[in-house]
């Protein structure tokens, strides 16, 4: 018995390395592997560094930056202004919420929530969502406004489709990772799945599900005013037009006006953050 002992921690001692592809190497050729996609990158791609950064190509941005950082400050133009960021902002608000109605009840059915759930409907589900978020924004609205015709309604349906399938897997994920002990107590109980999700699974994920909602609102934001260059209303029409016509001071009023509403939803996306952590 004691020279099993005395063999045993020779071996411990004097023990093998791990094979090259042994677990521990693999995140080492893993941070190997994406280092070499990153280097292959910047082979295969036609960069001009030394155009980019040429004296003539800075002047031209500068010039450029210049005539954008002298918004329009007129009050004529301030008036057509404001009711196109609002236009903007119910149209990201009203997005986002469809958005999280559409994602979660896709969520559901995408998500095993325990582990005897065979989750007969996960794999379809799954790829509704990644169908829904693969297709821009943008492409969503081109085709919606074959539809419905150009205004604010299609960019609204875009937001909300293109979300759908961003939250749908994001809410999935966060309900597949929550705790599965409140929701075993329950089941054990015969409490029915529906309350068992309501009473167990979501206070858990709740913070999860409103802190990516918020984060999606703005996003959506931006995603509105892009819209509206093909027509989807809002700050982007405007930014299309004034653009197309090298209006510099009237664009740079429409792109100030982006960030002060992205500012706005970013402070009340604080705001609730810390509210909810108290």
Same mark, same amino acid.
């Given at each position: $018995? =004691?020279?099993?002992?005395?063999?045993?921690?020779?071996?411990?001692?004097?023990?093998?390395?791990?094979?090259?592809?042994?677990?521990?190497?693999?995140?080492?050729?893993?941070?190997?592997?994406?280092?070499?996609?990153? *280097?292959?990158?910047?082979?295969?791609?036609?960069?001009?560094?030394?155009?980019?950064? %040429?004296?003539?190509?800075?002047?031209? $941005?500068?010039?450029?930056?210049? =005539?954008?950082? %002298?918004?329009?400050?007129?009050?004529?133009?301030?008036?057509?202004?404001?009711?196109?960021?609002?236009?903007?902002?119910?149209?990201?608000?009203?997005?986002?919420?469809?958005? *999280?109605?559409?994602?979660?009840?896709?969520?559901?059915?995408?998500s095993k929530l325990h582990a005897?759930?065979?989750?007969?409907w996960r794999p379809a589900t799954?790829?509704?969502?990644? +169908?829904?978020? /693969?297709?821009?924004?943008?492409?969503?609205?081109?085709?919606?406004?074959?539809?419905?015709?150009?205004?604010?309604?299609?960019?609204?349906?875009?937001?909300?489709?293109?979300?759908?399938?961003?939250?749908?897997?994001?809410?999935? =994920?966060?309900? =597949?990772?929550?705790?599965?002990?409140?929701?075993?107590?329950?089941?054990?109980?015969?409490?029915?799945?529906?309350?068992?999700?309501?009473?167990?699974?979501?206070?858990?994920?709740?913070?999860?599900?409103?802190?990516?909602?918020?984060?999606?609102?703005?996003?959506?934001?931006?995603?509105?005013?892009?819209?509206?260059?093909?027509?989807?209303?809002?700050?982007?029409q405007m930014l299309a037009f004034?653009?197309?016509?090298?209006?510099?001071?009237?664009?740079? /009023?429409?792109?100030?006006?982006?960030?002060?509403?992205?500012?706005?939803?970013? *402070?009340? /996306?604080?705001?609730?953050?810390?509210? +909810? /952590?108290?």
């Amino acid at each position: $018995m =004691e020279r099993l002992k005395k063999q045993a921690a020779a071996n411990e001692v004097y023990r093998l390395p791990p094979p090259l592809f042994d677990a521990r190497c693999r995140a080492c050729w893993f941070v190997a592997a994406a280092l070499a996609m990153v *280097v292959a990158s910047f082979w295969t791609l036609d960069l001009q560094w030394a155009r980019f950064l %040429s004296l003539d190509a800075l002047q031209r $941005m500068g010039r450029f930056a210049g =005539e954008l950082l %002298s918004p329009n400050l007129d009050a004529a133009f301030l008036r057509k202004l404001w009711p196109a960021a609002l236009e903007t902002l119910a149209m990201s608000m009203l997005g986002t919420l469809l958005a *999280v109605v559409g994602g979660l009840l896709l969520a559901l059915p995408a998500s095993k929530l325990h582990a005897e759930d065979k989750a007969g409907w996960r794999p379809a589900t799954r790829l509704v969502l990644n +169908m829904l978020r /693969s297709i821009p924004e943008l492409m969503w609205a081109a085709l919606l406004l074959i539809a419905a015709g150009l205004g604010p309604f299609a960019g609204t349906l875009a937001l909300a489709l293109h979300t759908s399938g961003v939250l749908g897997r994001l809410f999935a =994920e966060a309900i =597949e990772n929550a705790s599965p002990g409140p929701a075993f107590a329950l089941r054990v109980r015969g409490v029915p799945e529906g309350r068992v999700f309501l009473y167990a699974t979501l206070p858990q994920v709740l913070p999860q599900l409103v802190s990516y909602t918020l984060y999606r609102w703005e996003n959506n934001i931006r995603a509105a005013a892009v819209l509206g260059v093909v027509g989807a209303g809002g700050l982007g029409q405007m930014l299309a037009f004034h653009l197309g016509l090298f209006q510099m001071a009237e664009t740079g /009023s429409v792109l100030a006006a982006m960030f002060v509403l992205v500012a706005i939803v970013d *402070v009340g /996306s604080y705001a609730a953050r810390r509210a +909810m /952590s108290r």
